[in-house]
């Protein structure tokens, strides 16, 4: 027998649930990935690659969305990595779903995008890469997010999702 998880959960719950999740990353000043910026140089050095295969390509222009960015090292990484000239054909958004981070990713990214990917009004057809990290697993529906996602991907546009192993051994979830 096949069966879907998140069918199994009412609609008014996985809308508790979302709320219940805005409320704690909206209020949450303890929040590990809001102290400090991130740093994922291994994750990272997939988006790289391709960032550059893209710049080789004719159109020489590249947009990447970070989604759930939290406080992001990701430009600051781009930056230790890419020319100049490289830099000033790549633009990079970000999305977080809270407004904690908003002044210290407007100081980093070229645009900072602070509510839900399923709430905002974005063309679709707008990034070559999207990526997230360690995100999709705190998402109410993940299904949904996906679907927006392929919407704001460009044809033969790249997404890359990384995620913990909970079934890794001896490794104990927080």
Excluded at 137 to 166: M, Q, S
């Amino acid at each position: 027998m096949r069966f879907a998880p998140y069918k199994l959960i009412n609609e008014s719950r996985v809308s508790e649930l979302e709320c219940d999740m805005q409320g704690y990353y909206s209020s949450s000043s303890d929040y590990s990935d809001f102290q400090r910026p991130s740093y994922h140089p291994t994750e990272w050095s997939h988006i790289l690659a391709e960032i550059k295969r893209k710049l080789a390509l004719p159109s020489g222009h590249v947009s990447v969305l970070e989604f759930g960015a939290g406080r992001s090292g990701f430009p600051d990484f781009l930056k230790q990595e890419l020319t100049a000239d490289e830099m000033t054909r790549l633009t990079i958004a970000c999305q977080d779903v809270t407004l904690i981070n908003e002044p210290y990713l407007k100081g980093k990214f070229d645009k900072v995008i602070a509510t839900s990917l399923l709430h905002c009004t974005l063309p679709a057809g707008q990034f070559d890469i999207v990526f997230s990290n360690q995100v999709i697993e705190h998402v109410a529906r993940p299904k949904a997010l996906l679907d927006k996602i392929l919407e704001l991907l460009v044809h033969e546009g790249v997404l890359f999702l990384f995620a913990p192993r909970y079934d890794f051994p001896f490794y104990l979830s927080p």
